[in-house]
Nanobody, 121 residues
């Protein structure tokens, strides 16, 4: 059974940092492109960052470029999202997803349950 479990969310002040983790199980993590998405209330789910299976090729949305860093440790079967210089508009539920070199959520087959990130001003 394919599973992804996010962790690391929480409440942080403007300008602070958080690191999200995504732990997959039931499949070979090292073989797949992975992505981070987020969804704020009333908004559509949006692409945040993506990383290929090697970890060498990364993609970021314009809204997080320069502040967020996606990475992976295939030996530890873990995907990360380091979030720095957080802004109130970063408040959302963050999801990790498996499976596509794409910014479109519909092209990802598997999703975690999400972790809440709240940035207070």
């Amino acid at each position: 059974q394919v599973q992804l479990v996010e962790s690391g969310g929480g409440l942080v002040q403007v300008g602070g940092s958080l690191r999200l983790s995504c732990a997959p199980s039931g499949w070979s993590f090292s073989l797949y492109t992975m992505g981070w998405f987020r969804q704020a209330p009333g908004n559509e789910r949006e692409f945040v960052a993506g990383i290929d299976w090697t970890g060498r090729n990364k993609d970021y949305s314009d809204s997080v470029k320069g502040r967020f860093t996606i990475s992976r440790d295939n030996a530890k079967n873990t995907l990360y999202l380091q979030m720095n210089s957080l802004k109130p508009e970063d408040t959302a539920v963050y999801y990790c997803a498996r499976g596509a070199s794409s910014r479109f959520p519909g092209e990802y087959a598997y999703w975690g349950q999400g972790t809440q990130v709240t940035v207070s001003s």
